[in-house]
């Protein structure tokens, strides 16, 4: 995976993330698993190693902001907010409990950390823009990250402010694409003149980095599983003037990537894995202690 072995204890929380998403979402009955598990490599290097943050007090002025545009992922955030100490890991199994702090979607209004409330696609990276902006405004030093799905990137809104954060010279922006290639549901075989359009992937084949580029973006391309590319890309983020070229970090990553049943596989956007599974999932990711 990684070409040293420094990144020992990254890759024993991401291996831990990946089955709390797993099994949190088999004890709920309900969620998303194969966005979790595609952004947790990320999360895991923003939580544990790129963000200035506190846990114990989540409101700290200076923080570095993170923004989970592509707020269907929740279980894959509330899971690294866990390890990293925001809250208790047992609250996981409260996840999409009706009274939950924890919501299926990120909600603002109950827990602490969060930024904002995200779930409807699209939004993320304008209120990450407000954000950065404001910083700039008022010469406060953090830093916002926004991750945005490639399934998301085709929201019209995720457009606007990739035209407008230029312009603003928002250097204190990153937005990170969780670039899976995959989003609900698998890709149609395409027919011409079936009446329906164009089925494939719509980025396969784009030159996404020349369009960012293009639209004064910092792009950096990197394999979203690799800890020796995420790390630099985030400090090197973080280190671009307040008022400069916002970044755009072009993450190839692989939806479900962790287990062998779940990865590339479109079926487990969304899906609950059963006890032959989650035996598996257990022995795949080498879990050892007993979990329910
Ligand atoms: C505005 C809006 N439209 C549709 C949905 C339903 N939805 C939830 S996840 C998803 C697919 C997202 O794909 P992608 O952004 O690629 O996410 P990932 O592959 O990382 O799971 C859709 C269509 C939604 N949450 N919001
Ligand atoms: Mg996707």
């Known amino acids: 995976m990684n070409a040293d072995s420094n990144y020992s204890e990254l890759e024993e929380l991401s291996r831990r993330g990946r089955w709390l998403v797993l099994s949190t979402v088999a004890g709920s009955g309900a969620g998303h698993v194969g966005g979790p598990m595609s952004a947790m490599d990320l999360l895991i290097s923003l939580f544990f190693r790129g963000m200035d943050i506190k846990p114990e007090e989540p409101g700290w002025p ?62 993320g990276l304008s ?99 690799r800890f020796d590319e995420i790390l630099p890309a985030i400090q090197e983020s973080k280190a671009q003037p307040p008022v400069g070229r916002p970044t755009m970090i072009l993450a190839r990553t692989l939806k479900g990537k962790g287990l062998s049943f779940t990865e590339g596989k479109f079926e487990w956007h969304s899906k609950v894995a059963n006890a032959t599974e989650l035996d598996l999932a257990r022995r795949e990711l080498q879990i050892v202690e007993a979990v329910k």
Not at 64 to 82: E, N, P, W
Request: hydrophobic share 40%; proline share 3%.
């Open 62 to 123: 200076d923080r570095d902001r993170f923004i989970l545009s592509k707020g269907h992922a929740a279980i894959g955030l509330y899971t690294v907010m866990a390890l990293r100490g925001f809250f208790p890991v047992e609250e996981l199994k409260t996840f999409d409990k009706g009274n939950s702090r924890l919501q299926g979607h990120p909600d603002v209004t109950k827990l602490p950390g969060l930024e904002t409330s995200t779930g409807s696609l699209g939004m």
């Open 127 to 225: 209120v990450g823009l407000g954000f950065a902006l404001g910083a700039q405004r008022k010469q406060q030093r953090f830093h916002t990250f926004v991750m945005v799905g490639d399934g998301e990137l085709q929201e019209g809104m995720v457009w606007e402010a990739l035209h407008v954060a230029p312009r603003y010279q928002l250097g204190n922006l990153t937005a990170i694409l969780d670039w899976n290639g995959l989003q609900q549901f698998g890709w149609l075989k395409h027919q011409d003149g079936d009446g329906r359009g164009d089925r494939r992937d719509p980025w396969n084949n784009v030159d996404l980095a020349t369009i960012f580029a293009n639209l004064g973006w910092r792009v950096v391309l990197i394999d979203g599983h």
